[in-house]
């Protein structure tokens, strides 16, 4: 079954630190891989995406690493701030059913000021 | 611009009736999708909708669950007969073709 595991379930971060957020996957076939922020009360907003074929993409204090062989991507937020607070889900998508995204299980992330 | 709006936001109802949930998509993306997000559970696909047209209906979890789109536009979920299982948040998104996903709020559904 096509499946992306997500870890930690849960982070807490001091102001300023990093917040790393790991997902793994099985599926070969999968080729884009974005990152959603979803806020209490409010769907999912597309934070970064990556397809394979880059190592690394950053966009301000957030940055997605991307290791094919291992078949892993990391979330990783720079000078992690308290309004950054929110569930982050990593998901994957098959090249032949690019709308059907295939959701990591969510990490509740909690920045203390 | 509008995002993507859903109504009601919040629905209870008991254990056996029917519910319909509305998704209106931002005026111009051709592609709708519902997804199901269950307590502590990561978003889980439903349905996908081309135009008019459902060519992935794959996630449904069971005939007792149907939606429709008309007019290239407005969506509808219908759950028949609800069981308790059936209690999430029900998202809807919709996108140009091959774009990033732009979601609602979604439906807070509450089978009693």
Same mark, same amino acid.
């Given at each position: 079954?096509?499946?992306? @595991?997500?870890?930690? $379930?849960?982070? #807490?971060?001091?102001?300023?630190? *990093?917040?790393? *957020?790991?997902?793994?996957?099985?599926?070969?076939?999968?080729?884009?891989?974005?990152?959603?922020?979803?806020?209490?009360?409010?769907?999912?907003?597309?934070?970064?995406? #990556?397809?394979?074929?880059?190592?690394?993409?950053?966009? /301000?204090?957030?940055? #997605?690493?991307?290791?094919?062989?291992? @078949?892993?991507?990391?979330?990783?937020?720079?000078?992690? $701030?308290?309004?950054?607070?929110?569930?982050?889900?990593?998901?994957?998508?098959?090249?032949?059913?690019?709308? @059907?995204?295939?959701? /990591?299980?969510?990490?509740?992330?909690?920045?203390?000021? | 611009?509008?995002?993507?709006?859903? &109504?009601? &936001?919040?629905?209870? %109802?008991?254990?056996?009736?029917?519910?319909?949930?509305?998704?209106?998509?931002?005026?111009?993306?051709?592609?709708?999708?519902?997804?199901?997000?269950?307590?502590?559970?990561?978003?889980?696909?439903?349905?996908?909708?081309?135009?008019?047209?459902?060519?992935?209906?794959?996630?449904?979890?069971?005939?007792?669950?149907?939606?429709? !789109? =008309?007019?290239?536009?407005?969506? %509808?979920? =219908?759950?028949? !007969? %609800?069981?308790?299982?059936? &209690?999430?948040?029900?998202?809807?998104?919709?996108?140009?073709?091959?774009?990033?996903?732009?979601?609602?709020?979604?439906?807070?559904?509450?089978? =009693?």
């Amino acid at each position: 079954q096509q499946q992306v @595991k997500q870890s930690p $379930q849960s982070l #807490i971060v001091q102001k300023g630190g *990093i917040s790393i *957020i790991n997902c793994a996957y099985e599926n070969t076939a999968f080729d884009y891989f974005p990152w959603y922020q979803q806020f209490p009360g409010k769907g999912p907003a597309l934070l970064i995406a #990556i397809r394979p074929d880059v190592s690394e993409k950053k966009e /301000g204090r957030f940055t #997605i690493s991307f290791n094919k062989s291992a @078949k892993q991507f990391s979330l990783h937020i720079m000078d992690s $701030q308290p309004g950054d607070s929110a569930t982050y889900f990593c998901a994957a998508t098959p090249g032949d059913s690019s709308y @059907k995204l295939i959701f /990591g299980s969510g990490t509740r992330l909690l920045v203390r000021p | 611009g509008a995002g993507v709006s859903q &109504s009601p &936001s919040n629905k209870v %109802t008991e254990k056996g009736k029917d519910v319909e949930l509305r998704c209106d998509p931002i005026s111009g993306h051709t592609a709708l999708y519902w997804y199901r997000q269950s307590l502590g559970q990561g978003l889980e696909f439903l349905i996908y909708f081309q135009g008019n047209s459902a060519p992935d209906k794959s996630g449904l979890p069971s005939d007792r669950f149907s939606a429709e !789109r =008309t007019g290239g536009s407005v969506s %509808t979920l =219908t759950i028949q !007969r %609800t069981q308790q299982e059936d &209690s999430a948040v029900y998202l809807c998104a919709s996108s140009p073709a091959n774009s990033p996903l732009h979601f609602g709020n979604g439906t807070r559904l509450t089978v =009693t």
